[in-house]
């Protein structure tokens, strides 16, 4: 996988992480963008324009360790990229495009909570690592 998330700083109690399902076969690098996959808590990397964010991997997940949870990150700022056919306005909220990739949250819709990560505290152009502050 490319452009994992670098923590910049972890606010709150240590980035406030959470725990969630993951498969056993499923690999996870340290830093991706984990999204939610279905009502019982499980959790996959995002994918797409309009996915659900819940958080940025604390750990490495080696698949098939036997292991079926992986914390997340839920509130900090991290070095996250801009999507390579987009931009990233300064203070605007932010939206999963891609895989560990970013872009405005502006059409209709995509300010909803649901799929907004964060804030951009840069501007950033395409394939621009930028600083946001996630809070999910």
């Known amino acids: 996988m490319a452009n994992e998330a670098v923590i910049i700083e972890l ?3 240590g980035g406030d992480p959470i725990r ?7 690999g996870v690098e ?3 963008i984990m ?9 996959i990397a995002t994918s797409a324009d309009g996915d659900f964010p819940m958080g940025i991997a604390a750990s490495e997940k080696v698949a098939n360790d036997g292991s079926t949870t ?12 801009v999507h390579g056919t987009n ?6 909220p932010v939206k999963i495009d891609g895989v560990n990739l970013i872009s405005d ?14 804030q951009a505290l840069e501007a950033g152009a395409a394939n621009e690592v930028i600083a946001v502050r996630v809070l999910k």
């Open 20 to 26: 969630y399902t993951v498969a056993d076969g499923t």
């Open 30 to 32: 340290k830093g991706t």
């Open 105 to 118: 949250a502006d059409e209709a819709g995509a300010t909803a909570p649901s799929e907004v990560i964060g």
């Open 87 to 92: 931009t990233v306005t300064l203070g605007y």
């Open 35 to 43: 999204k939610i996959n279905t009502g019982d808590r499980l959790i």
């Open 70 to 81: 992986l914390a997340v990150y839920t509130n900090g700022i991290f070095d996250l990229t």
């Open 11 to 13: 606010l709150g109690n």
